[in-house]
């Protein structure tokens, strides 16, 4: 299988077997799925949209909603949602009031207790990029470095 990528800023939400793949440094990849089949992944690029409605991918705060949302309209199983994430790198060095990552981290992890969605794994933080496959139906993510992979979670 062929896996569909998604760009920065962006997220998909499959009921099929499909296989979502991006890469991160700052940002963080979340995926999330139910266990029934249905699951989607985004690529978080910052924390909060503070009142922008454009690019909803682009933002914690309303990337993960929209993907819930969606998942609703598919029949998900809200009450078994899963996520794993993986990223939020300190990509450069930087005053911790600027480290995005660690922010990006911060902010996906508190929206997720908000809807009840538990965290089952992570790979976050260090100073390196990620490329994540994330498959929807299985909830498997695979994470990898230089082609390497670094975690299966």
């Given at each position: ?70 998942m609703e309209k598919m ?63 299985s909830g498997r993510m695979v994470v990898k ?9």
């Open positions: 299988m062929t896996p569909v990528r998604v760009k920065m800023a962006e997220y998909i939400v499959s009921n099929s077997d499909s296989i979502l793949k991006t890469t991160v440094g700052s940002c963080v990849a979340i995926g999330i799925y139910d266990g029934n089949g249905i699951g989607g992944l985004a690529h978080i690029m910052l924390p909060e949209c503070n009142g922008r409605t454009d690019l909803v991918g682009k933002f914690a705060d309303t990337a993960i909603p929209a993907m819930v949302r969606e029949n998900a199983d809200i009450s078994r949602l899963r996520a794993k994430i993986a990223g939020g790198a300190q990509m450069f060095t930087l005053p911790s009031s600027l480290a995005i990552g660690e922010r990006n981290i911060e902010k996906v992890k508190k929206i997720l207790r908000k809807f009840g969605i538990k965290l089952i794994a992570e790979d976050t933080g260090k100073n390196h990029g990620r490329t994540v496959e994330f498959h929807t139906s470095r230089s082609e390497k992979i670094i975690a299966e979670l």
